[in-house]
């Protein structure tokens, strides 16, 4: 940045701070880093001179925002040419929306043909830091009066999809998460680390994860791996329900159907070919 560029930087944010107007810059700072990104998303590359034009702002604004988004892989910038243009980290963002889109569009009939067999709620829920959020339900006739899980962040460690999603985390990130202070929401939820790792090491073995009233009294489920074309695990199916109906007897056969199901949806993904 040159001299007259700090200079009139400077300038810009003195008059930001004295005219109070701090809040209401950052949501414009923020729409016109969007408005970047679509500029370079239409036009492929382009110079600072440019981009200052098309979002008619000094040349010192347009050069602070493009630092920003090049800091954070958003856009990199090509030396030879002093063009920009977007940057890794896009493809990364579009590629873990796409997984959800394509999952929820997979998985709908999957869903629902594992709930009309077996009577009970289906679930599909991906990782979300550090929960488990489901983006995906279809109700059985036996669950007319479920809860509804659609767009909840569940525990990972008093789920069954949360075990699954936790087993198959790479070690050092699960390790950290069994590290924490694990809540208990009911007598019979796991929260010690050896235990759990216990749990984890059963759900890879016999290829998928069970929960009996760790969660909420009288709910039981479990829960299977979904795998992308990679073989990486994306997701988790799970099928719910009070454990009168989901009990020693009957979870053998929930399980084998689980895990039919997850299997499908992932050859649905991709995994396999």
């Known amino acids: 940045m040159t001299r007259t560029q700090k200079q009139a930087e400077r300038t810009e944010d003195t008059a930001e701070k004295q005219s109070g107007r701090g809040a209401g810059s950052a949501v414009q700072s923020v729409d016109r880093a969007v408005s970047v990104l679509e ?81 009970e709620t289906v679930n599909i829920a991906v990782l979300d830091d550090d929960a488990a959020v489901n983006i995906m339900q279809a109700r059985g006739t036996a669950s007319v009066t479920a809860q509804n899980w659609l767009g909840r962040r569940t525990p990972l460690h008093a789920t069954s999809s949360g075990k699954v999603l936790l087993a198959h985390m790479p070690p050092t990130l699960r390790e950290g998460l069994l590290a924490r202070t694990l809540p208990r929401f009911t007598e019979r939820t796991i929260t010690g680390p050896s235990t759990l790792r216990g749990e984890l090491e059963a759900v890879i073995e016999q290829g998928y994860g069970l929960t009996l ?61």
């Not at 493009?66 to 963002?93: C, I, P, S, T, W």
């Open 213 to 273: 009233e760790e969660l909420e009294l009288g709910l039981a489920a479990v829960a299977a791996p979904v795998r992308a074309h990679d073989g990486k695990v994306i997701a988790a199916i799970s099928v719910s329900g009070p454990v009168y109906r989901m009990n020693a007897d009957r979870l053998p056969e929930l399980a084998k159907r689980t895990v039919a199901a997850g299997a499908e949806l992932s050859r649905r993904m991709g995994y396999g070919f």
């Open 39 to 119: 500029i370079l998303a239409r036009v492929g590359e382009a110079g600072v001179t440019e981009i200052a034009e098309e979002l008619d702002v000094h040349k010192s604004t347009a050069f602070r925002l493009l630092g920003v988004l090049e800091n954070r892989g958003l856009v990199a910038q090509a030396k030879d040419r002093g063009k920009y243009y977007l940057g890794a980290a896009v493809l990364r963002l579009a590629g873990a929306a796409a997984v959800r889109l394509d999952i929820s569009q997979e998985g709908v009939p999957v869903c629902r043909e594992l709930a009309d067999e077996l009577g």
